[in-house]
């Protein structure tokens, strides 16, 4: 399991189904997730870098104010 800044991100991809979530490894609980085409969208808009899923995801969350 990868770690990033005290995260670790989840991803699953099954034919036409898709899920990246990140989430907080102390807690367990889910930073922020994306679904199928939100997956998609989110990396054509930029907030999602599939060459660096775990750390743009990291970057999109501290964006939102979430982190």
Request: contains cysteine; aromatic residues 12%; negative net charge.
């Amino acid at each position: 399991m990868k770690q990033y800044r005290g995260t670790t991100l989840e991803t699953w991809f099954e034919r036409d189904r898709k899920h990246v979530c990140l989430e907080d490894l102390e807690t367990g609980s889910t930073i922020i997730e994306f679904w199928d085409d939100a997956v998609d969208e989110a990396i054509m808009d930029g907030f999602l870098d599939p060459r660096r899923l775990h750390e743009s995801a990291y970057e999109y969350a501290v964006d939102l104010g979430i982190l």
